[in-house]
């Protein structure tokens, strides 16, 4: 009898969890139309609207192609910041490792005209922190943001404007 009830707690709040999620996506797309009608009324339904929803569907099968590409690059940035998370290692700089590897691929494909799989080797190289290529390093041979102070207590040197 206690895992009828069990089970059905559980489904219950299953359902619950899916129709809480449910209900913020519709929020976002209510509100997301409304301001897509306070930006540009008369294009705000079919240009806009429409098109949010379709997707990358609505000139298929470039569109799909075109969301993929668009979707990789922040796909490998959260896993990033998922293994580093899990590894144990506190990572809060996503975006500076989504924008190195990016410069780094980029560099290599455009100034040194190398082939497309060292440019990727290149972009993981600088995109992974150095944190995560090292994990034996202390935290104490990582350099500091800021100098540290001289012996009178003022840094060794002076920003005037």
């Known amino acids: 009898m206690d895992k009828k009830k069990l089970s059905h707690s ?22 997301g139309f409304l301001v897509l009608l306070a930006i540009n009324p008369a294009h705000a339904w079919g240009d806009g609207f429409v098109r949010i929803l379709k997707g990358g569907f609505h000139d ?26 899990k590894t144990g290692l506190f990572n809060i700089g996503a975006a500076g490792q989504y924008t190195l590897g990016a410069y780094g691929a980029l560099y290599c494909a455009i100034m040194l005209k190398m082939p497309w799989f060292v440019c990727l080797l290149a972009a993981t190289k600088l995109y992974t922190p150095s944190a995560q290529r090292s994990p034996s390093m202390a935290a104490d041979t990582i350099p500091p943001a800021y100098p540290a102070p001289s012996p009178q207590g003022k840094r060794p040197f002076t920003v005037t404007c």
């Open 10 to 31: 559980s489904l219950q709040s299953s359902v619950t969890s899916v129709l809480a999620a449910l209900l913020c996506i519709l929020i976002g797309l209510i509100v």
């Open 60 to 85: 298929a099968p470039y569109g799909v192609g075109k969301e993929l590409a668009n979707a990789a690059p922040l796909v490998m940035t959260g896993l990033s910041v998922a293994f580093a998370f």
